[in-house]
């Protein structure tokens, strides 16, 4: 199996007209949470072999508060993580890399509903809407590595941040 | 929703022939992890409504460790929750108790592999064994009050113990 954690951006400034959605930025609060979430990730000796990263700056923000608290040594920005992006083009990146193998783990930060989404398909195949995601919250998956993933995953991990804190 | 949290008892000691099922305790260690699982509820704040138990030994150490832990004011054993149990007699007691009602938390201590069977029905209606729950892990379920929860229902928590350590 690999360790595929889906995490979900922390809170990020409001939408509204004077910025670009590409640009919002993390709150204080959202910074905080996050690195409490991190912290504990630390904690329980949990080491992502790459941390894939929505380019949009909130999720990337995220992604690099994870670096920084020592959670991987490689941190890449990922298209498709961006909202709308399509899982197969994901699922083929990781099919033809080096972390295609049992003893991988992966973290992808990005945006729901595409997280719990993602996840779903990875579950049983398609998605009903039934994981609830908050935001620096976590998702963590066992991906066979034998055979097709989709609908054939196991969900070992569903978390809001207020348990790390 | 109703919040309904099903978990786990702790490590037990292992089965042999020189002790009954029933009777097997929790060990030293399934001790000390489950009083931390129940502290970190209860740094968090939720406050159970009442918790049933199954009436297993293991089981009801581990519901006594989360009620010393000031988590809830109520604790009964709950014969269903012993291996195999049937899920509709709990559906049914909870119809027809006062719990059932939008406020409510309830929590379930029972053995594997029923929680996630109970968990998945409660989730998309039939059993796929792709929740990974270890001992004094937890399972957190949003059921709907005003329509039958079963396929209906919201995960918003699966977690291992290491994450409360």
């Known amino acids: 199996m ?34 409490k979430v991190a912290q504990r990730l630390k904690e329980v000796k949990i080491k992502f072999d790459i941390i894939l990263t929505s380019p949009l700056l909130r999720a990337h923000q995220t992604a690099t508060i994870l670096q920084n608290a020592g959670l ?12 709308g992006g399509s899982l ?26 595409d997280l719990s989404n993602w996840a779903e398909i990875f579950l049983w195949g398609d998605t009903q809407g039934i994981l609830v995601v908050k935001k620096a919250g976590i998702i963590g998956l066992n991906l066979p590595t034998s055979i097709n993933p989709i609908g054939e995953s196991e969900l070992f991990l569903l978390t809001p941040p207020k348990f790390f804190i």
């Not at 979900?8 to 640009?23: C, K, L, P």
């Not at 990146?93 to 990005?110: E, F, K, P, R």
Request: hydrophobic share 35%; glycine share 4%.
């Open 2 to 35: 690999t360790q595929l954690y889906l995490i979900r951006h922390g809170i990020a400034v409001e939408r509204n007209n004077s910025i670009q959605d590409e640009v919002r930025p993390l709150t204080e609060l959202g910074k905080e949470k996050t690195q």
């Open 72 to 83: 991987t040594d490689r941190l890449e920005e990922f298209i498709p993580l961006s909202p």
């Open 88 to 113: 197969q083009l994901w699922v083929d990146w990781w099919l033809n890399s080096h972390y295609h193998h049992d003893q991988s783990t992966i973290a992808l930060v990005g945006h729901q509903p």
